[in-house]
């Protein structure tokens, strides 16, 4: 077995029920041949930086797992034919891994509970930093002068 990572993005306007069905399929051809899930994260609606099959927005959904090549070609066959599948994107992570390996990979994706970088929250920025960010210093104003001289004494 060999070692994945795929992104799928699914049209925005399926219900939920269709969007689970279809991640429930592509776990089963996955897990059918003796595969693994190692992670799954289902980041939701985003917005797309270009239209894609004239869709502005898609539910994006990250599996890492460990399958033999030819399911990986069965679940792209799949997501060719299926029209709620906008685009996908599988990349070869390992060419091969064992059951401890897996079990390891597990655990360290449990560990640091992979989440989009929408859901983090913001740090605030603290009362002092903001002011010294806008306050321009003397080095900077200085700097600015020499440039004017500069520019003078080429004409």
């Known amino acids: 077995m060999r070692r994945y990572e795929q992104v799928y993005i699914l049209r ?13 399929n592509t776990n089963q051809l996955i897990l059918g ?7 799954q994260n289902k980041w939701g609606m985003r917005k797309l930086a270009y239209q894609i099959k004239k869709e502005a ?3 994006y959904v990250l599996c890492d797992f460990a399958a033999t090549p030819e399911v990986v070609s069965e679940i792209e066959r799949k997501f060719r034919i299926d029209d709620s ?20 990979a597990r655990n360290e994706a449990e560990a640091k509970a992979i989440v989009p970088d929408s859901e983090e929250p913001e740090k605030p920025v603290p009362a002092q ?12 104003e200085e700097a600015d002068e020499s440039d004017e001289d500069d520019e003078d004494s080429d004409r």
């Not at 925005?12 to 429930?24: G, H, V």
């Not at 041949?33 to 992670?39: E, H, M, R």
């Not at 930093?129 to 900077?140: M, T």
């Open 12 to 24: 925005p306007s399926l219900s939920e029920n269709e969007i689970s069905q279809i991640i429930e």
């Open 85 to 104: 599948v906008l685009k996908y994107l599988t990349v070869k992570l390992a060419d091969s891994i064992t059951a401890e390996e897996i079990e390891t």
């Open 33 to 39: 041949d003796n595969g693994a899930i190692i992670f």
């Open 129 to 140: 930093a903001a002011a010294d960010e806008e306050a321009p210093s003397a080095d900077d």
């Open 57 to 59: 927005q898609g539910y």
